[in-house]
């Protein structure tokens, strides 16, 4: 069995630590905008107008069942066709933000329908327009019963921001490439980048147990 070569992350801990920087990005982004849309889509699907809720089912239904990678090249061909051509880096990380939304989309829908009917009743009764009774009473009990599967789903962004590579979005598994093909040495290489992954889904795991464990008690 081949052993670490730590030298390989001395020499090129540069481009180990670009990568890094990269993909800590393109996971914060990722994260932030897939929640903000998933959500949207999820109140698009349980809304009283069938417009929006034939939307919603179908932007769901179409990005779940069609491979992340395909969706990135989507983003990343098809804007230079039309002349406005994008950084694998932005491919990369609007593809992730799309396909992490179908899921989490899919996960605060389930959550908003285990709130009882009768909280968005006595909102409405009480004066609130639809919009604001599922902003201030039904999505703040929807989504502490969702962050188990949405913090899953966090977690799996992290580790499907690896898909940059294919497009050069300059992530971790991008620059482990190079750093294999320059070196010619394959099994350190991979360990190390293994390793960076933890440093950002080990404090995330942590954080999301703390969140659901604190959102619990309260």
Do not use: H
Not at 80 to 89: A, D, E, R
Not at 141 to 169: D, E, R, T, W, Y
Not at 196 to 211: E, H, K, N, Q
């Amino acid at each position: 069995m081949d052993k670490l070569k730590f030298e390989i992350l001395f020499k090129y801990g540069d481009m180990y630590l670009e990568g890094f920087w990269n993909t800590l990005q393109v996971s914060l982004i990722a994260l932030a905008g897939s929640f903000i849309l998933g959500t949207l889509i999820a109140i698009m699907r349980i809304a009283p107008l069938r417009p929006l809720n034939w939307l919603g089912t179908a932007f769901v239904e179409f990005i779940r069942n069609i491979p992340l990678i395909l969706i990135v090249f989507f983003f990343f061909l098809g804007p230079s066709v039309l002349g406005v051509p994008l950084s694998g880096f932005t491919a990369g990380t609007l593809g992730l933000t799309i396909y992490t939304a179908a899921f989490i989309a899919e996960a605060v829908r389930a959550g908003i329908q285990t709130v009882p009917k009768g909280q968005t009743e006595a909102a409405r009764a009480s004066g609130l327009t639809y919009n604001q009774a599922m902003r201030f009473v039904v999505l703040p009990q929807a989504l502490k019963i969702v962050i188990p599967p949405i913090g899953n789903q966090f977690l799996n962004l992290v580790k499907n921001s690896s898909v940059l590579s294919v497009v050069a979005g300059l992530d971790l598994m991008y620059y482990a490439d190079l750093i294999s093909t320059k070196s010619f040495v394959t099994f350190s290489v991979y360990i190390f980048v293994a390793m960076f992954y933890l440093v950002i889904t080990i404090p995330l795991s942590i954080g999301l147990s703390y969140l659901e464990k604190r959102m619990a008690r309260a």
